[in-house]
């Protein structure tokens, strides 16, 4: 291996900042021979992409990206486009780097996941992916609980079609499943809300950018998410992920740190697995976050578990070396010590309002003046082609050509004159998109369920819908209850963090289907994984179980508790006896 060439020593030609760039950059080098590029070059086929274990300890999955580098097998692609063949095994996990999932056994054919950072979608590329999904789908597009899209269904003939399309207005699918960092997440009403601290549009754009033409970032020991919150209303959620940044004032101190915003860094969140990330103890600049972002993803790249896949996400790296090991790991990878400030310190402000509740379905006003942003709710995430061609038209004629997506499977229209949010309500809803907020309906998220993943026990977006119809008739709600549909263990839909969690399996019914229900989890000032009270509750029960439950908390609630407040107040016996009882 060739050796590296020392770094320049910074010189009164460089300024204070690309000094900095330039220790960081040659450091990156150094620690993970990294090296960036354009993707369309990408590693020789049959090169190892990472150094590590031996082949003989490594996972499968491993030892499948080490024969072959996932970039590599668009050739068979292609070739599989020809004879419309089904994919191989090993094909089936490499095309997962173009975003493809191979849905047999539950339908031939292939999901395709797209990269939309931030959840900030343009009305020309809304109008696109409705034209892919008539032209070469089912013509359904779903919204996930990442801000993004998928389509689905694509026959391995139209395949390469698809991703081209994609590309050609200006969107991705690389490295949206497997082994890679996810979509980002972030506030959906970033650079609008009147009550953000920062606008994080720049600084996820930035990283979306470093991951798209990175190679390096292409051979993770596992998954990855990644979310920004900058202060807003409207939550990123960021606590669920392996990174979550939080925006934080630091008023005047004489702790000798500059006054000003920064970020808080949470690590190692994995609701599926009953962990909410945990804080770090530092603050961060924000023109520095990306860097320590950067250095976080390398620690992970270079102690992650690539022979275990149950123990290979970054929660693990951290539950290994604990809080300060990744510190001094991570410090090692920047070149600039890391601010350390306990979560609870006086010298940070408090935020004043709650983050909770569903403030992204309605009409909310903007920080820039005479605006406002149309926040439409989409039952459990699915549109049809002829909705997103019309969502276009919407967002062209009555905001500025953009839409916004949210963690909770609905839409945002941002940029709306004040005297036309009336009319762009009145359209959506035409649309079956409607646009008041609902302490039910509004709270209701599903995976995709067992149409299309052969994960899933459960039809959970089919239910969901009958659940919420049926709910909706018989339950009146003054408080917001969230209600999570996932179909397996993996919770794609959250459960755990849902103020009621329904977890898909068999059972004995008509139907075959139903549901472990838990209760009282939550997110940012209520995090809270959720506890299971019932097991097993058969689809055909439980509308009747769901109204019996809701009903005992507004008889038994203190004054106006919310569901989440009045669940962790009482034990899992208490509740059941309660959720029993009520008439």
Not at 392 to 417: H, M
Request: glycine residues 10%.
């Amino acid at each position: 291996m060739t050796a590296l060439a020392a770094p320049p020593s910074p010189g009164k030609d460089f300024s204070p900042e690309q000094q900095r760039y330039l220790e960081g950059f040659f450091a990156g080098i150094s620690a993970g021979g990294v090296s960036f590029g354009d993707l369309s070059s990408a590693p020789a086929a049959k090169a190892p992409i990472s150094e590590g274990p031996s082949l003989d300890d490594l996972t499968k999955e491993e030892r499948i990206k080490r024969e072959l580098h996932p970039f590599d097998a668009i050739e068979q692609l292609v070739m599989d486009a020809r004879w419309n063949a089904k994919p191989e095994p090993e094909s089936v996990f490499r095309y997962k780097w173009n975003g493809l999932f191979w849905l047999n056994p539950v339908k031939d054919g292939y999901m395709c996941r797209l990269r939309i950072p931030g959840g900030v979608v343009k009305s020309y590329q809304l109008r696109e992916l409705a034209s892919i999904a008539s032209d070469l789908t089912t013509g359904y597009i779903q919204i996930t609980t990442r801000n993004n899209f998928q389509i689905r269904l694509i026959e391995p003939k139209n395949c390469p079609e698809v991703l081209r399309r994609i590309q050609s207005c200006g969107l991705h699918s690389k490295g949206a499943g497997a082994d890679n960092i996810r979509n980002i997440t972030m506030n959906p009403c970033a650079g609008y809300d009147p009550h953000e601290l920062i606008d994080v549009r720049p600084l996820v754009n930035e990283l979306a950018t470093l991951i798209i033409a990175s190679k390096e970032f292409y051979d993770l020991p596992r998954k990855f998410n990644i979310a920004y919150d900058g202060g807003g209303l409207i939550s990123a959620v960021e606590d669920t992920n392996d990174i979550g940044a939080s925006a934080v004032r630091i008023l005047e101190n004489g702790d000798s740190i500059e006054p000003g915003i920064y970020f808080r860094i949470a690590l190692g969140g994995v609701t599926g697995h009953q962990t909410f990330a945990s804080d770090w103890g530092v603050i961060v600049k924000p023109e520095q976050l990306n860097d320590v972002m950067v250095a976080l993803l390398r620690v992970f790249i270079k102690h992650g578990d690539r022979t275990n896949r149950k123990k290979a996400r970054f929660k693990y790296v951290v539950e290994g070396m604990g809080l300060e090991g990744v510190l001094a790991e991570t410090e090692k990878l920047l070149p600039f010590k890391l601010t350390r400030l306990a979560p609870t310190s006086p010298i940070q402000e408090m935020r004043s309002f709650s983050q909770q509740g569903h403030s992204h379905v309605g009409t909310y006003p903007q920080k820039q003046e005479g605006l406002v942003y149309v926040g439409a709710s989409v039952p459990v995430g699915q549109l049809t082609a002829r909705q997103l061609d019309r969502i276009a038209d919407l967002a062209d004629s009555y905001g500025s050509g953009e839409v916004r997506l949210t963690v909770w499977q609905n839409l945002i229209i941002p940029n709306v004159k004040a005297a036309y949010a009336a009319t762009l309500a009145k359209s959506l809803r035409k649309l079956g998109l409607p646009c008041e907020q609902s302490n039910l309906k509004s709270g209701f998220v599903a995976c995709t369920g067992n149409r299309y993943c052969k994960f899933a026990a459960t039809d959970t977006k089919g239910h969901a819908i009958a659940i919420m119809e049926y709910l909706d008739k018989r339950v009146k709600l003054d408080r917001p209850v969230n209600i999570h549909f996932t179909g397996c263990a993996h919770s794609c839909a959250q459960h755990f963090m849902g103020d009621i969690g329904l977890l898909g399996t068999k059972v004995k019914s008509e139907s075959g289907e139903g549901y472990h229900i838990t209760v009282g989890g939550g997110f940012g000032e209520n995090r809270k994984i959720g506890r299971q009270i019932f097991s097993g509750v058969p689809f055909e029960s439980l509308g009747s179980t769901l109204e019996t439950m809701l009903k005992g908390y507004q008889q038994k609630r203190e004054a106006d508790e919310s569901f989440h407040s009045f669940c962790n107040r009482h034990t899992v016996g208490q509740l059941q006896e309660i959720f029993c009882e009520a008439v």
